[in-house]
T-cell receptor
Framework: EAGVTQFPSHSVIEKGQTVTLRCDPI?????LYWYRRVMGKEIKFLLH????????ESGMPNNRFLAERTGGTYSTLKVQPAELEDSGVYFC?????????????FGQGTRLTVV | DAKTTQPTSMDCAEGRAANLPCNHS???????VYWYRQIHSQGPQYIIH???NNETNEMASLIITEDRKSSTLILPHATLRDTAVYYC??????????FGTGTRLTIIP
């Protein structure tokens, strides 16, 4: 069974440009999470989808970030326009909805560099 | 956010048991204790979780104190591949993970 897949693995863009990150969760996982690690800082939560609905988006830094999960399958995270401080590694995770104590599976991350 | 306290760093000799402590004194009765780790720059990896009883799986053992205010993750025979940052947190399940600074565990050859 495939794990959580993120694309691209690396992205280098100029300030002001737009970038879209994609996450394919494990099939059947209704929970989908986005996290970000900025250089030297802790991994921070961005938002949580349950199927196609945003359950918690309290970690989204500002309105330059837009996350979608149409159809409740894969998710995209768009940054528009990108700023230098958006550089970091963006992780996606998924887990099953059934039951309370479920483990989350993480992708390998997308390393975003804004220059 | 759920608050845990972990040592910043620890060393352990290869082949020995690594014991990583975590304080979670504000945990409520229905919240689970979770452990994850991040090896270098890879995505975080689930290790184990528990509610009240001690737990064991193929990766590690989790010992939770009777008052549930602290726990210890045990890697029974540490290998060089266990060098990573280990994170402990608690929540009700199906919620966001809260990563603190974790414990940087270094396995010494």
């Amino acid at each position: 069974e495939a794990g959580v897949t993120q694309f691209p693995s690396h992205s280098v863009i100029e300030k002001g440009q737009t970038v879209t990150l994609r996450c394919d969760p494990i099939s059947g996982h209704d929970n989908l999470y986005w996290y970000r690690r900025v250089m030297g800082k802790e991994i921070k939560f961005l938002l949580h989808f349950v199927k196609e609905s945003k359950q918690d988006e309290s970690g989204m830094p500002n309105n330059r970030f837009l996350a979608e999960r149409t159809g409740g399958t894969y998710s995209t995270l768009k940054v528009q326009p990108a700023e230098l401080e958006d550089s970091g590694v963006y992780f996606c995770a998924s887990s099953q909805l059934v039951g309370r104590s479920t483990e989350a599976f993480f992708g390998q991350g997308t390393r975003l560099t804004v220059v | 956010d759920a608050k845990t306290t972990q040592p910043t760093s620890m060393d352990c000799a290869e082949g020995r048991a690594a014991n990583l402590p975590c304080n979670h004194s504000t945990i409520s009765g229905n919240e689970y204790v979770y452990w994850y780790r991040q090896i270098h720059s890879q995505g975080p990896q689930y290790i184990i979780h528990g509610l009240k009883n001690n737990e064991t799986n193929e990766m590690a053992s989790l010992i939770i104190t009777e008052d549930r205010k602290s726990s210890t993750l045990i890697l029974p025979h540490a290998t060089l591949r266990d060098t990573a940052v280990y994170y402990c947190y608690f929540n009700f399940g199906n919620e966001k993970l809260t990563f603190g600074t974790g414990t940087r565990l270094t396995i010494i050859p």
